[in-house]
């Protein structure tokens, strides 16, 4: 099941992308920190990714920006799992401050493939157990995050944001997991 959820999404993703193939608006860069739990609780140890977004659909006007973004990233956590994720992601962002300062609102869900820390071993049939190779694990995510953006007159903005993401299903009898994640990052417009 969570496989067909997973080519739906990269379905949706690709179709979405080809509509729109050559009209990037802006591309931002970030590096995060992961930790496991709630937004604004842990930020320690550092547990290091990165992620790029693409927008492809940034709507302006007076007192907010609108944006739709494809992005994808990943983060390793020693020890949990290492995670790749694309998806798709729509922002809201109010303009604050004599519109220099945004407030950031993403919403996003999309596929994440996981891979544990260290070697994975299969019971066979005799009952002993053996090396496998690891071909990882597929999740689907959803993230909610709040930050801020510096509205500068140039190309390049600078952002902070704390996010949370929901992966599930995880592993055997824990169907969510929740992670935090730390991004300062930029923006740059085209």
Known sequence: MIRNFAFLILTIISISLNGYGQVFDQFS????????????????????????????????????????????????????????????????????????????????LGYLHSFYPGEVYEQNDNGDFEKINQTGRAH??????IGFTYLSDSKVQPYIRQELLLETPFANGIPIITHSLVKVGVQIKL
């Open 140 to 145: 689907f995510y959803t993230n909610l995050g």
């Open 29 to 108: 860069a970030s590096i995060n920190s992961e930790a496991i739990g709630l937004p604004f609780t842990n930020y320690d140890p550092l547990h290091p990714g990165f992620e790029l977004n693409g927008t492809i659909k940034r709507i302006e006007k007076p007192k907010s920006i609108r944006y739709l973004n494809t992005k994808i990233g990943f983060f390793y956590h020693r020890r949990l799992e290492t995670a790749i994720y694309i998806g798709g992601e729509y922002q809201h962002s109010l303009k604050l401050f004599r519109q220099k300062i945004s407030l950031d609102l993403p919403i996003g």
